[in-house]
């Protein structure tokens, strides 16, 4: 049996063990929350609680995690045991490419501004844990730094080639897309993908917005769109691909329930759309996981959801 015939017969059977075997890219994950729980309890001793209840905004969920999660990452030894973690954890649910980065403010708090350095941590862990991983380097904004902050701080990365993509989160209504449109604008010329997260909290004429003035390739979440056929067909056309994390997008409250995840309405309308995790260490559900949910429920048939597979992995 090859890859996907595997990955249909495991979603039928409800084999996660089996489901776990199978290449898997997960292109939506924060390491500093994507660790493995019991990577980290062997570590620590630190025992990290399930959420059980939804969230109502990204002020609840960070209440969450400084309540359930506390200071265990603090420090640059805490940000390596994060790192360290979500590499466990991609090896656990067998990610076989992972796409994951740094802040950029995090250079100068972690790494005494020396991408080097930075570097030389991404690569000895990831040679370390999951050496077989193939790792996608990301660089990282915050859309609550200054854009003069930002300029700043990211220049030293100009000067390397080693990075795949650049992602942009935080409060989507920070500040508006358009003041990121120059540090967008060099990292195309750098020939790094381009994504921002968007239209998880907006709205769809803000994922149009987005794509357009920063020239996404990409976008993190980009679910309201499903909200305008004319955003949809626009992303259809412009072929951009959308990487979704369902169970993130119901534990905050941003969709009902997984059965009525908009996924399958962008899946329709011809976006093409991967299954990620987000922050595991929250939302507990790795991409595995989220490959059995969106089973059960029916919101794809499993050969669906073997196409979405290969998405993440091309
Ligand atoms: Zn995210």
Excluded at 100 to 107: K, P, R, T, V
Excluded at 127 to 148: E, P, T
Excluded at 151 to 163: N, S
Aim: glycine content about 6%; charged content about 25%; overall charge negative.
């Amino acid at each position: 049996m090859n890859h996907s015939e595997k990955f249909i017969r495991s979603l039928k059977v409800n084999n996660i063990e089996a489901l776990r075997r199978i290449p898997k890219a997960d292109l939506h994950n924060h390491f500093y929350l994507g660790g493995n729980k019991e990577y980290i309890y062997k570590k620590t001793g630190k025992k990290i609680p399930s959420l059980n209840y939804k969230l109502n905004s990204m002020d609840e969920m960070h209440s969450w995690v400084n309540k359930n999660i506390g200071n265990v990452f603090e420090g640059k030894k805490g940000r390596i045991l994060a790192l360290e973690a979500s590499f466990a954890q991609a090896i656990h649910d067998g990610i076989t490419i992972l796409e994951i980065g740094e802040d950029i403010w995090a250079n100068g708090y972690f790494y005494d501004n020396n991408v080097e350095e930075l570097l030389n941590v991404f690569n000895s862990i990831h040679n370390m844990i999951a050496a077989n991983i193939d790792l996608r380097l990301q660089i990282g904004l915050s859309r609550h730094c200054k854009i003069k902050d930002l300029e700043e701080w990211i220049e030293p990365f100009w000067d390397y080639d080693c990075f795949y993509s650049i992602d942009l989160y935080g409060d989507e209504m920070a500040q508006p897309i358009e003041r990121f449109k120059g540090i967008y604008r060099k990292a195309k010329e750098k020939g790094l993908i381009l994504k921002a997260h968007v239209g998880e909290w907006g709205d769809a004429d803000s994922v149009k917005r987005a794509v357009s003035e920063l020239e996404l390739d990409e976008v993190q979440h980009g679910i309201s769109a499903s909200q305008s056929q004319q955003v949809m067909n626009w992303l259809s056309d412009h072929n951009i691909q959308l990487n979704v994390c369902p169970t993130s997008n119901v534990m905050l409250g941003r969709v009902e329930s997984i059965a009525k995840h908009p996924i399958r309405k962008l899946f329709d309308n011809g976006i093409k759309v991967t299954i990620n995790s987000d922050d595991v260490l929250i939302f507990n559900s790795p991409v595995s996981e989220e490959y059995i949910k969106l089973f059960q429920g029916g919101v794809f048939t499993a050969t669906e959801l073997d196409i979405i597979r290969l998405n993440g992995l091309n």
